[in-house]
């Protein structure tokens, strides 16, 4: 006989089980709305005469029976009587007397039937259709009956108190896209290893295939140390799920010494042979299983990867983060001046779009223990502060996971600011093992060895064509670094030598518009970074990170000091091959034309190779400037050639140049837009020191082609449109908010 109490089911997933299974009892097909937006119909049904049926279910179990009554007649009563149904049929999660039902239907003085179904009706419906029992598995996990079976199916003491364990964690599962990929790969292959960041949910998914798989007949047993314990515990033909959390474990180097590695392998080409009665899920940090590939050739040689299946934050729509959230925040036991801080001007949508969002992030903010010195009002500012800062979330596996080369490698990718190719990476890397504060360093050097250690755990790499790039594996790890090292000048000015970037000058700039390190601290380090570069004779310095050095470190310099330097700094520029980037070197050869330290005739040459290079159109102020100042010394070899060049690149870039709510600002006129775009267009050149001819703006002004633009701009049917991807997201909007919705 079933007792459940639905404690375990948030209120819209005991909406969803009522429609399920009233439905099944009356033989119909109840409408689900989303709640919030329908005047408190949570089903409805057309009888073949046409009448409506509505359904409404209240989950409110811990609520006093007396104001369940007072809400009834206050707001439900109301929406009856407009609605004026055939039946109304009202679901509660209480239990009720002969008594209590009959106040309810008085409550709510409908003049229509009224069927009201209670804590120990729905159980008895239960009974009856086992198969909605089993589509809602939070409902049956929590059965006395299906307790004991699970936890009679765990074949080890400590298996036993694990799974009791998961059952009353399963209140707060989400099935997301992952389950099924897990489900489908243990179908495949009968092994599924689950790796990821910390804190993304591996041991939470990995809980959920257990309970599936345990349900549905299996054997549970948690692997404590090692696969002896799982091999004596093998039977064939009899269903077994093998259960090995974080396998590999912090002690990597102990925990793959001897045959460890190659015994793991071995076992899950033994699941596989026999994966319909076996199942085998592992779980480990990213970084860490890269370890045990770069440690044990059995790894690689097993094929091992065709079983892994990697958690992103991207794996999670941000609809899945609502329900993650929402579940959190449901079973919390928060306090409701607590919960209100979610629900301010729906905060909740700033959680789930938040770039550090994570699982273990939402179960930390939603613990009430943790919240001991945190007051209500407080509150939106502790989670807020969490969020941007997640120290507590990163700080165990970069200090205690990580050793001391692999700590600094992230460190470089974390303050280069950017993607970093890999070579330049090696280089930085490189540039540091040869500082002697680094001679201690204790840990795996070789840099292709810490690298793929380190790739899909705190770093990702990305392959670009033939080009290979690093990156933060999720952006809360440079906050938590950022944050940490922010006031150790020593650190980032050793950081700041080794990396040689332009980006690390943006990122330091940054700091210092955000008041994380002050203007002084930049200066001096910006100071002592062109100081390091003169030392090594400038041999191998990135002509555009100089030249904003330069820049950035003129104030105080006696005439003597500036001149050398300008020197110093145009004799890079002018020697070394040419890249994209150029806009403070434009600027530093100015000056230096202005010095006369070197001829506007060697200059020019130097802009036609840019010219014929190519230049990004963020460097044509600079460049037309320059070539400016190289016309006022009767230098116009590359005057017409950078002409072309700025015609093509407008030509090349009407849309993104012109943007049509500006040139059609003025409505469906004409001359009006053609007036706007052709002041717009004279302002651009004028921006680049071009001079441009009636013939050239007179065919920019064709290409746009206004007519044709303002005809489809106005068009009536596309005056709603919104394009398909801002058309999913607005959907999704308002499924969060319906998930979020509350009763008035």
């Known amino acids: 006989m079933n007792d459940y109490d639905f404690s375990r089911l948030n209120d819209k997933e005991f909406e969803v089980l009522c429609t399920d299974l009233i439905g099944a009892a009356e033989g119909v097909r109840f409408e689900r709305f989303k709640p919030g937006r329908d005047g408190g119909v949570d089903g409805r049904y057309f009888s073949p005469d046409g009448g409506e049926w509505i359904l409404q279910a209240k989950h409110w179990a811990s609520t006093p029976f007396p104001q369940l009554v007072s809400h009834l007649r206050k707001f439900e009563a109301a929406k009856v009587a407009a609605l004026r149904p055939e039946r109304y049929i009202l679901v509660v999660s209480n239990s009720l007397s002969r008594l209590n039902k009959q106040a309810l239907v008085e409550a709510l003085n409908a003049s229509c039937p009224v069927v009201v179904y209670d804590k120990e009706d ?46 009353e964690k399963s209140k707060i599962f989400v099935q997301t896209g992952c389950f099924k990929e897990a489900v489908d790969k243990l179908c495949d292959l009968g092994t599924v290893i689950i790796t990821g960041q910390a804190g993304i949910g591996k041991t939470t998914l990995a809980e959920q295939l257990i309970l599936f798989y345990a ?16 091999e004596q515990a093998y039977v064939p033909d009899r269903p077994q799920l093998f259960y090995f959390d974080d396998f590999l474990g ?48 059995a790894f690689e040689n097993g094929n091992v990867d065709r079983n892994e299946m990697e958690i992103k934050l991207q794996s999670l729509s941000n609809l899945e983060k609502a329900h993650i959230l929402y579940n959190h925040i449901w079973h919390s036991g928060l306090r409701p001046e607590y919960v209100e801080s979610f629900y301010v001007g729906k905060r909740y949508h700033k959680v789930i779009r938040h770039r550090n969002f994570n699982p273990r992030i939402i179960q930390f903010i939603t613990d009430p223990q943790r919240l001991a010195d945190v007051s209500a009002e407080g509150y939106w500012g502790h989670i807020t502060d969490l969020l941007d800062n997640p120290t507590k979330i ?5 200090d205690i996971q990580l050793d001391d080369f692999g700590r600094f490698l992230v460190l470089l990718v974390a303050f280069n600011g950017d993607n970093i190719l890999e070579q330049d990476l ?32 705190l770093l990702t790499r990305v392959m670009l064509g033939d080009k290979r790039y690093y990156k933060l594996f999720n952006p809360s790890v440079g906050d938590f670094l950022l944050h ?14 080794c990396l040689r970037s332009l980006s690390t000058i943006k990122m330091l700039q940054d700091m210092t518009r955000n008041e994380i390190v002050s203007a002084e601290t930049t200066m001096g380090l910006f100071r002592s970074l062109f100081k390091h570069e003169e030392s090594l004779g400038f041999e191998g310095s990135p002509p555009e990170y100089l030249a904003k050095l330069y820049i950035n470190t003129q104030r105080g310099l006696s005439e003597t000091e500036l001149n050398q330097r300008l020197k110093d ?24 034309v202005n010095e006369e330290i070197v001829t506007p005739a060697s200059v020019g040459s130097f802009v036609l190779d840019i010219i014929n290079f190519g230049i990004n159109e963020k460097d044509l102020p600079a460049l037309g400037d320059l070539i400016g100042l190289l016309e006022m010394n009767d230098v116009h070899e590359a005057t017409k050639p950078f002409t072309r060049l700025t015609h093509q690149f407008m030509s090349d870039s009407l849309d993104e140049m012109f943007e049509e709510s500006i040139v059609f600002s003025d409505g469906e006129d004409l001359d009006a837009a053609n007036k706007i775009l052709l002041a717009m267009i004279d302002e651009k050149f004028t921006s680049w020191q071009v001079s441009a001819t009636s013939a050239m703006i007179d065919e ?41 919705s509350r009763e008035q």
Not at 215 to 230: D, Y
Not at 254 to 266: P, Y
Not at 484 to 497: G, Q
């Open 700 to 740: 920019i002004v064709d290409a746009y082609d206004i007519p044709y633009r303002m005809k489809n701009y106005f068009r009536e049917e596309d005056a709603n449109y919104v394009s398909p991807r801002a058309d999913q997201s607005s959907l999704e909007t308002l499924d969060i908010d319906d998930l979020f």
């Open 394 to 398: 990163w700080q165990h596996p970069y």
């Open 484 to 497: 940490r090292y922010a006031k150790d000048s020593l650190l980032l000015e050793t950081l700041f030598k």
């Open 426 to 457: 090696a280089k930085a890397y490189a540039a540091a093992l040869r500082m002697p504060e680094h001679a201690n360093f204790k840990g795996m050097r070789e840099f292709t060895v810490a690298t793929r250690h380190l790739s899909n755990s």
């Open 250 to 297: 912090q002690n990597y180097l102990e925990a793959l010494t001897g045959n460890e590695g190659s015994q793991i392998v071995h076992f899950i080409k033994r699941i596989n042979r026999d994966r319909v009665t076996k199942k085998f899920v592992l779980t480990s940090r990213s970084t860490i299983l890269n370890q045990g590939r770069i440690l044990n050739d």
């Open 215 to 230: 349900k549905n007949g299996f054997e549970f047993l948690s692997i404590s140390h090692n696969l002896h314990e799982a």
């Open 569 to 592: 700094v145009t004799k890079v520029i002018l020697s070394n091959p040419i890249t994209r980037n150029y806009e403070y070197c434009l600027v530093t050869l100015a000056d230096a």
């Open 122 to 167: 729905l159980n008895d419906l239960l009974a009856q259709h086992s198969g909605v029992e089993q589509r809602h598995f939070k409902l049956w996990i929590s059965s006395a009956n299906v307790l004991v079976h699970l936890l009679n199916n765990a074949i080890m003491g400590r298996s036993d108190a694990m799974m009791s364990e998961i059952v």
